[in-house]
């Protein structure tokens, strides 16, 4: 089992900066590999995977988020984050962390391939 808690979401103005945390929180399992990714659904848009990373350190980026998004892991405290930058309005959405057991390189962007959700955490972004 496993539990993800977003946190972090606010509302900015356009080209700031914010930080995503995603808490999880695992029952022993006897799988040691897992994909962490973060997705964003926007109103009346389908949900989009935005970046990801493998328990190897290995990520994965939306074209759309390359070189303005970071996703990082702090394994002490079995946190991963998203890092933030030079915001967009349309990066507006409700951001939401995912899990799936299994490494894989690079970590998948599919929806589809997670099977733990957060209830996420509300970005909205102003021009």
């Known amino acids: 089992q496993v539990k993800l808690e977003e946190s972090g979401g606010n509302s900015i103005q356009a080209g700031g900066s914010l930080r995503l945390s995603c808490k999880a929180t695992r029952s022993p399992s006897r799988y040691t590999n897992y994909c962490l990714g973060w997705f964003r659904q926007a109103p009346g848009k389908e949900r989009e995977g935005v970046a990801a990373?493998?328990?190897?350190?290995?990520?994965s980026y939306a074209t759309s988020v390359q070189g303005r998004f970071t996703i990082s892991e702090d394994k002490s405290i079995n946190t991963v984050y998203l890092q933030m930058n030079n915001l967009k309005p349309e990066d507006t959405a409700m951001y939401y962390c995912a899990w799936k057991w299994g490494g894989w390189r690079p970590p998948p962007l599919a929806d589809s391939e997670y099977n733990h959700w957060g209830q996420g955490t509300q970005v909205t972004v102003s021009s």
């Open positions: 990373l493998d328990s190897s350190g290995s990520t």
